[in-house]
């Protein structure tokens, strides 16, 4: 019965030592080594120097951080992280909200300058064709006694005008 026992005994020290081997052997994941150990995972933040040696677990080059630890490090980083980015897109914003109130306002600058420029133009017109019909009125009565002289003044005159009225009137 002690030779039971003690085969029992050898083949319990083989299966904790076998499983408590597996438990520590380290997993690569997203450029992290992990390892497990009796009292939970502890994370590698080097580089994972694994032993020459069957039974043993091999050496962290850096410094090894509970994974409670690194989790925590690393929500108080992408805090950080995404406060500067709420800063940059707020200044973005505003820069967004100037850019359009100049774009309005230019927009009116615009606008107002159109209807004055469209407002000499009917001044133009108005000043031209009032000229126009004063010079022709003004002739000699001498002249515009030829019948076919006048008809021909007043046909000058229409063109003229009618040239006025294209140009000015288009815009």
Same mark, same amino acid.
């Given at each position: 019965m002690k030779r039971f026992i $003690?085969?029992?005994?050898? $083949? =319990?020290?083989?299966?904790?030592?076998?499983?408590?081997?597996?438990q520590s052997q380290p997993q690569d994941i997203e450029g992290y080594t992990f390892i497990r150990g009796s009292s939970g995972s502890i994370v590698c933040l080097g580089r994972w120097v694994p032993s020459t040696d069957a039974g043993k677990p091999g050496v962290c080059e850096g410094q090894m951080v509970d994974v409670t630890q690194l989790t925590?490090?690393?929500?108080?980083?992408s805090a950080d992280r995404?406060?500067?980015?709420l800063l940059v897109l707020t200044s973005i914003d505003?820069?967004?909200a100037d850019n359009n109130s100049?774009?309005?306002r230019l927009i009116e600058a615009t606008v107002n300058t159109?209807?004055?420029i469209d407002h000499q133009a009917e001044q133009v017109d108005e000043l031209l064709r009032d000229a126009i019909s004063t010079r022709f009125d003004a002739l000699?009565?001498?002249?515009?006694?030829?019948?076919? =002289?006048?008809?021909?003044?007043?046909?000058?005159k229409a063109e003229i005008l009618m040239e006025l009225k294209?140009?000015?009137?288009?815009q």
């Open positions: $003690c085969i029992a005994a050898v $083949c =319990f020290a083989l299966i904790v030592v076998g499983a408590s081997s597996a925590a490090v690393s929500a108080k980083l995404l406060d500067q980015l505003q820069k967004m100049q774009i309005e159109q209807e004055s000699a009565r001498r002249v515009l006694a030829n019948d076919t =002289f006048r008809k021909e003044l007043e046909k000058l294209k140009h000015y009137s288009g």
